[in-house]
């Protein structure tokens, strides 16, 4: 079937706005990641869900930042009161199990201005 | 200094040429990924690997735990081949990857 779907693929809010972005990983896969692209910077870790376990938060930069999955499937990150900082790229990734191979979402394009 | 280093970040070369990218790690590690993201950001996971080596086509990718480095290998490079290929590693105990910064490859016919 289909890969790991991420939506929307691009996203232009204005700054002080919430925005939900939403990952759908493929099927059966327990583990869930989200990762953030930073203009010309590397990949960071956000937070990660692995089946019913708490998730492990660690790598949100602020507590405008939260997320969440339900029945182990559909996840959705959200950003209250967007600043301009925080203008990425948002990776999402699945895997069949913890310590499997990643499958990647083509990401959602966060612009705000 | 960071914790996953990768070198060259910058590479050029001809076609056909074989194409070495390092990654040296300063971590405990369960596990080395090597990913490449094409223009347009998708990115693709080439190999995971903790020990040894792993071929697939005319990619290698390597791995020293004792000395804590990975290569990644190309063989008879392509144009197609131009990507930034980016090493990050699993930590012990926990999911999270720790990224190196990428190498941008350009492979010129």
């Known amino acids: 079937g289909a890969g790991v779907s991420q939506s929307p693929s691009n996203k232009v809010t204005e700054k002080g706005k919430d925005v939900e972005l939403r990952c759908d990983p493929i099927s059966g896969h327990t583990a869930l990641y989200w990762y953030r692209q930073s203009l010309g910077q590397g990949l960071e870790f956000l937070i990660y869900f692995q089946g019913n376990s708490a998730p492990d938060k660690s790598g949100l930069p602020s507590d405008r930042f939260s997320a969440e999955r339900t029945g182990g499937s559909v996840s959705t990150l959200t950003i209250q009161r967007t600043q301009q900082e925080d203008s990425a790229v948002y990776l999402c990734?699945?895997?069949?199990?913890?310590?499997?191979?990643?499958?990647f979402g083509n990401g959602t394009r966060l612009t705000v201005t | 200094k960071n914790e996953v280093e990768q070198s060259p970040q910058n590479l050029t070369a001809q076609e056909g040429e074989f194409i070495t990218i390092n990654c040296s790690y300063s971590v405990g590690i369960s596990a080395l990924h090597w990913l490449q993201q094409h223009p347009g950001g998708g990115i693709v996971s080439l190999f995971m690997l903790s020990s040894g080596k792993k071929k697939h086509g005319r990619l290698i990718a390597t791995i020293n735990i004792q000395e804590k480095h990975s290569s990644l290998h190309i063989t008879a490079s392509h144009p197609r081949d131009s990507a930034v290929y980016i090493c990050a590693v699993g930590r012990l105990r926990n999911e999270k990857l720790t990224f190196g910064t990428g190498t941008r490859l350009t492979i010129i016919p």
């Open positions: 990734a699945s895997s069949l199990v913890r310590g499997s191979p990643l499958h």
